[in-house]
Every structure is written in C-alpha cells, then in structure tokens.
C-alpha cells in the first residue's frame, strides 16, 4: 500500500474522502461555474487531484469495496422503473450505436498497433485493451490470459491496468462534457431524453422518498445482486454476473410497473453510488508513475481512443443518433456497463440509463471475440 495523509487500510477514513469528493461533486454541479463542467467531471478531477497530491491512496480496500458491492448495486436501483415493453425501441436504436462503438474500437486498436511498435508483447497488448474497449475487465483478464502476457509479463498487465485507468477517467471527463460544446451538439438529430419510462423514478416522480420507500427500495437492490451472485456461482460463469443481475433486475419493473413506481428513491440512492464509483476509479490514476513506467503504452491507448471517438461519432452522425445516444454506447464500450447508466442519471438521460446497462452487458459478450480477432489478425 502507498503512503498518503489517510492511510489506505483506514477504510472509514477512505471512504469520507470518497463521499467528500462526491458531495462535493454534487455542489459544484450547482454553481454557475460548476455547471460547466457537471459534477461527474468534478468528482473525477477532485479525486485524481487528491490521490496524486497524497492526500488519497492509489490503491484500497475501500476501493475494492466499492466496485465489488456499490457498484452492481446500481444496477437494480436504476432500473427500478424500467419497463421493457416500453424501452424497447430505444434499446434497438442504441445496440446499433453500441456496435457502431465496438467497430470503432476495433478500427483503433488495429490501427494503432500499426502506428506505435510495442516490441514483443504488441499483439498481446492490443488483443488484450481491445477486449477492455469493448467489454471490461472480464474480459481484459481472459485476453491477458489467452494472449500469456499475464503469466509472461505481470508488469505490462499492472502497466495497462494503470494506464487505462488514467485514460478511462479522462475519457469519462470528456464525455460528459461534449453536450456542452454547441458546434458539436448542433450536428446531431435532437432527441429529448430526459423523460420515458425511467423519469419516474428522479425528481419529477409522483410521491417523495420516505424512510419506508429507502429501505424497501435497498433491500430489493441488495436482495437482487446476492440472488444474482448466487445463481453466478451456480453458473460457474463469473463472467455472466452483471448479465444475471441485469436480468433479475428487470423482472418486477417489467411484470408490474405500476406497484414498482411506487418506490421512491432509487434513482436518486442510485446516483449517488455512481459519484462514489467514479470518485473510486479516478483516485487510481497514478500520474507520475504512467509518464514514467508506461509512456508507449499511455500513447497506444491515446491514439486507440481518438480513433474510436473519431470513428463512433462520425457514423453515428450519418446514422441519425442523437449525441447522448452515441455518448452512452461509446461509454458503454470504453468503461463498460456499470458507468453508461450512471452517466446517463447524472446527466439527467433517463430513458438511457437501462438501454447503457443492456448494450455494457452486450459489450461482456463482444469483447473476448473481438479481442481474439485482433490477436489472431496480429499474431
């Protein structure tokens, strides 16, 4: 463990640091300035700012708390008021922008590893950020796997891992404030997202959160993810967890909608968790360590992104996608399915949030067979 000002094995103290950050996330968003840049970006920038200042360690179990527990959490807690029947088109739309995304990816992968040599683990390298790019971690570990580069070079794993989440923070940053950007907002089809079936369950909901509300509502979120690791384990394909909990997830608001609304909080329970996982993911962005250990690989991944972002954009363009919708699939694809719906609730998307869910989940089944393509066209 690192030293820093809070120790990281004093995990309550961690975890203040953490909700510090993310409340201070939550009132920067409401000042004129702050406004600018949304409280996801803040919360990005105070924690890498903290950590790199040693005021927070790089590394914690206070960390690992939070994307182990809090973060499948959000899943049932957004999609609390998430009718199938009625998302249905706008999932069919943002699966096309989805694939669009993990297309780009593979463009840029490919194309960056033609442009920047990596030496003897090249191949292994690119298969490995290309099944992230598209999937998560899930699949990253099967490729680093597959490819021998976990069991040959542990320090080019620990490299990449560091890497990439410097380069996935910044490109969260950046995403969430592209729609501010008038001259690119204006080239896409508008598109009113922020109501449908997940309205709901913010601000604008029927009825107000009641202590009685908040604790049903947490005991059915947390009753979903143990059901749904449970039966992961019966499946004996950890990789299917955040599928099995997607699915279990949508049952009831699927089944009956209408006793589902009744519970209040749950979006709101929802978005704070998500201000905690970013604020957990960005404190891990070791600045000088990356531009010291892992210049060539900071620059694959640089050109990997820009050329993803170029390619995702472009098409959704042509295709008639509004620019949340490209913003969330090209999330979904880069980060993964925990933080395309906990964009889409911050930036008040509602009616994105379980279409981010089910295309990450599909990127899950991507990744490892478009990553195994790049090694195999590389190798």
């Avoid at 203040?16 to 996801?40: D, H, Q, V």
């Avoid at 933080?339 to 991507?366: E, N, S």
Wanted: aromatic content about 8%.
């Amino acid at each position: 463990m690192d030293a820093s000002l809070i120790p990281a094995d004093n995990n309550l103290a961690v975890m203040a640091g953490l909700t510090a950050i993310a409340a201070a996330g939550f009132l920067l968003e409401k000042t004129k300035f702050g406004a600018l840049l949304t409280g996801t970006v803040w919360t990005i920038l105070l924690a890498i700012l903290a950590s790199n200042l040693r005021l927070l360690p790089f590394d914690a179990p206070a960390y690992g708390f939070v994307f182990t527990y809090a973060v499948p959490v959000l899943i049932p807690l957004f999609l609390m008021k998430a009718d199938l029947k009625r998302i249905f088109f706008e999932t069919t739309r943002m699966t096309g922008a989805f694939l669009i995304a993990a297309f780009a990816t593979l463009v840029g992968a490919l194309v960056a590893a033609f442009v920047l040599p990596l030496g003897e683990h090249e191949v292994g390298i690119a298969a490995s950020l290309t099944a992230s790019y598209v999937g998560g971690s899930v699949n990253f570990a099967a490729l680093t796997d597959v490819t021998g580069v976990a069991e040959n070079a542990p320090g080019i794993v620990s490299a990449m891992l560091a890497a990439d989440n410097m380069a996935s923070a910044a490109y969260l940053g950046l995403l969430a404030i592209l729609p501010g950007f008038t001259f690119i907002a204006k080239r896409f089809v508008k598109r009113d997202h922020t109501e449908g079936e997940v309205e709901e369950a913010g601000e604008a909901s029927e009825g107000r959160a009641t202590p009685l509300s908040l604790g049903l509502t947490l005991a059915y979120a947390l009753i979903v993810v143990a059901l749904g690791d449970y039966l992961t384990r019966l499946s004996g394909q950890p990789q299917l967890r955040y599928v099995i909990i997607t699915v279990l997830a949508l049952i009831l608001p699927t089944a009956i909608p209408g006793r589902m609304a009744k519970l209040h909080g749950g979006f709101e329970l929802g978005v704070v968790f998500a201000f905690l996982f970013f604020a957990a993911i960005a404190a891990g962005a070791n600045v000088v360590q990356l531009v010291t250990n892992a210049p060539m690989i900071i620059a694959y991944i640089a050109i990997l992104l820009s050329i993803h972002a170029v390619i995702a954009f472009t098409l959704a363009k042509f295709c008639k996608l509004s620019l949340p919708e490209i913003i969330i699939a090209s999330n979904a694809a880069i980060l993964g399915a925990t933080t395309a719906p906990a964009l889409a609730a911050a930036k008040g998307w509602r009616d994105l949030v379980t279409p981010g869910v089910l295309v990450g989940v599909l990127g899950y089944a991507l990744g490892t067979v478009l990553g195994t393509i790049v090694f195999s066209i590389l190798g």
